[in-house]
């Protein structure tokens, strides 16, 4: 049986405990300055709110954070996910467009950000470039590939069916919103149930280890960047869908560093090995949050991100045993007895 103060430095120890803390308080501000906050209404079967909003909003986040956190996890960062956003939307409206059917267009815009993601993680893994420097090379290419598919001008989508994956409702409850958190408790369980997560927490811990113990670094690597870039796609089409629009130019611009934003705030280490997709999925709702709460405040846009980086600073200092040890140490010392 577990004693009290083991389980309170388990608690304390969570990376988990902090961004929630974070999420808390930030619900509760805004309860305190609003108390309509939490109410949630009911429309023509749709059920509208500030919270409904800013699910809404964190699943064009959600998806690019899942694939981030794997990535991160095999002790890389994929910084090309914006502009594969960008493809996947805009060739998606395209094809639906020129009466391609929405299963199929679906599919094939998956498939290309997924050979996207592959073709990086070819670079990373076999041709041993840097991370950073591969998926800028695919940011920039990309972002390129999206404008030139539609020679830099919006494709205005009209297809109901497509439209529904942004605007849809299923029992009051928007799709996106239903969908996003469904594929998040898929890929949680899979990598619960399977060996697949603890592969990539081997290479990302130790990469030099995890091949001595027979597992394929390169393997495990192209396949997570090829996976980032299919969660890269379904938000590219969440969020092409939402504004009824595929904006090439403006299409995932910054999602990179909000899913960085997110993981990093979840509990994920930078340096690779540990990796929470739970934990993303709070990271992402907590930024999402605080956006909105800035704007409810009539903070400027071009202030946002300064609230947005403190509170980030915060919560990973929190998540730090080290730092942790430091604030506590002098009320330890205090409360030391005095020796004979």
């Known amino acids: ?50 919270i409904v909003s800013i699910l809404l909003q964190a699943a064009k986040i959600i998806p690019v954070a899942i694939g981030m956190t794997l990535v991160i996890a095999t002790g890389g960062v994929d910084l090309s996910v914006g502009s594969v956003m960008a493809i996947a939307g805009t060739l998606a409206a395209l094809l639906v467009a020129t009466g391609t059917p929405l299963i199929l267009a679906i599919l094939a815009a998956i498939a290309l950000a997924a050979v996207v993601g592959a073709a990086t993680g070819v670079l990373v893994a076999h041709v041993r470039i840097q991370p950073i420097v591969a998926t800028l090379i695919f940011m920039v290419l990309g972002r390129g590939i999206a404008m030139d598919l539609t020679k830099g001008m919006g494709k205005p989508i009209t297809d109901p069916a497509f439209l529904y994956l942004g605007g849809g409702y299923i029992l009051g409850v928007p799709f996106a919103v239903v969908l996003v958190l469904v594929f998040g408790l898929v890929v949680g369980l899979f990598l619960r149930k399977t060996a697949t997560g603890l592969f990539i927490s081997a290479v990302g811990a130790n990469a030099a280890a995890s091949r001595l113990c027979g597992i394929r670094e390169s393997r495990i690597k192209v396949g997570i960047y090829a996976f980032s870039g299919v969660c890269a796609a379904l938000a590219g089409l969440i969020a092409a869908a939402r504004v009824e629009s595929a904006e090439p130019a403006r299409m995932g611009e910054l999602a990179e560093l909000d899913a960085i934003f997110a993981v990093v705030v979840g509990g994920t280490a930078l340096t690779g090995g540990r990796f929470s997709i739970l934990g993303s999925l709070v990271g992402a709702i907590l930024i999402q949050t605080l956006v909105w709460t800035m704007q409810k405040l009539g903070v400027p846009s071009d202030v946002t991100p300064v609230p947005k980086a403190l509170v980030i600073i915060v919560v990973c200092l929190l998540q730090s045993p080290r730092f942790r040890a430091q604030i506590t140490a002098p009320f330890k010392a205090r409360k030391r007895p005095a020796t004979a």
Not at 14 to 26: D, E, H, I, T
């Open 1 to 50: 049986m577990t004693d009290k103060p083991t389980l309170l430095r388990n608690i304390l120890g969570s990376r988990l405990l902090w961004p929630a803390c974070g999420l808390f308080l930030l619900l509760a501000f805004n309860l305190v300055n609003d108390p309509a906050f939490f109410e949630i209404g009911l429309r023509d079967g749709k059920l509208y709110g500030d």
